[in-house]
């Protein structure tokens, strides 16, 4: 069985190197990605749990209204989750229960999805990336900067969207994109209450 392990181990870390290799003819682009509107809905925060090869212990951890988000290594994957401030506040966020028995090969949503049984944490996605990235030497992209923002909810699902991005370029001006918040229908501010007794939906 070990020599069984040590050659998958084997043939593993070769691809791991690889990884970590510059791409030729390509640079790296500055990526941040952020949350912009979460002080108008402080009755929830935003979660985030990292995952992968160079993240041994994971945890829940709060994010931050304008903080850049962090996932440490490239190949670590960040999944984002909301809850309500009061109940993180109550329960304590380090006796969020974990499942310890998932393993990698649910990478992905799947994973996060399956992170906790916790009823009161809802998993959001793991589709935001806030890792740097390489694009081609031809491209003169050098730096981007997202900002989501909350939307609002629907049911016990919130909804976020791409509300701005700033993009810094070698040898001409920074491109700035403002996109407008999605018009939903029955489109809730707070989560707690009932739509119809809601402040509607969000202004657009």
């Known amino acids: 069985m070990k020599k069984i392990l040590c050659i998958i181990i084997g043939c593993f870390i070769p691809f791991l ?6 791409p ?20 929830i925060i935003i979660l985030g749990y990292i995952v992968g090869p160079s993240y041994d212990s994971p945890n829940f951890f709060v994010i931050h209204n304008n903080q850049v988000l962090q996932k440490g290594y ?6 984002l989750y909301w809850a309500s401030g009061k ?7 380090e006796n969020i229960v974990i499942n ?11 994973y996060f999805e399956k992170v906790t049984n916790d009823p009161n944490i809802y998993f959001i996605t793991s589709a935001i990336d806030p890792g740097d990235f390489w694009v081609d030497d031809h491209d003169e992209l050098k730096a981007q900067i997202s900002e989501f923002e909350i939307a609002g909810f629907i049911g016990d699902e919130i909804v976020i969207y791409l509300a701005r991005q700033i993009r810094s370029f070698r040898d001409k001006d920074n491109s700035i994109q403002v996109f ?6 029955n489109l809730k501010i707070d989560p707690f209450v ?11």
Do not use: R, W
Not at 24 to 31: K, R
Not at 74 to 79: E, I, M, P, S, Y
Not at 87 to 93: A, D, M, P, R, S
């Open 74 to 79: 490239k190949f670590n994957d960040l999944g």
């Open 17 to 22: 190197l690889l990884g970590d290799i510059v």
């Open 194 to 204: 009932e739509a119809s007794t809601s402040s509607g939906s969000s202004s657009q």
């Open 87 to 93: 109940y993180v506040e109550h329960v304590g966020i």
């Open 180 to 185: 407008d918040c999605p018009n939903i229908p």
């Open 24 to 43: 030729m003819d390509q640079h790296l682009v500055d990526n941040s990605v952020q949350f912009t509107n979460l002080n108008d809905f402080p009755e």
């Open 100 to 110: 310890a028995d998932i393993g990698p090969e649910f990478y992905g949503d799947e």
